[in-house]
């Protein structure tokens, strides 16, 4: 069931992520990590910068999913 939710929650985010365009100022933490990897190339620099700026404001479970879906990045 949880997984099930985490894909409905990843699909809804990339929807989101996809009308929203290059704003990803105005997304939480927890969308910009739930969406590494998926960004559009164009939009990649300021999908990054956004989510490098946030890195010091993170908790801990943030931060340990931050690190998890940085290879995502690449």
Do not use: C, D, H, P
Request: proline share 0%; hydrophobic share 40%; charged share 30%.
């Amino acid at each position: 069931m949880k997984k099930i939710v985490k894909i409905v929650l990843i699909s809804l985010l990339l929807t989101a992520s996809l009308n929203a365009g290059e704003n990803f100022s105005e997304m939480s933490t927890q969308e910009l990590i739930a969406i590494m990897g998926y960004v559009k190339a164009n939009e990649k620099t300021s999908f990054e910068k956004e989510l490098k700026s946030r890195v010091a404001n993170m908790s801990a479970k943030e931060k340990a999913k931050y690190t998890k879906n940085l290879q995502k990045l690449k």
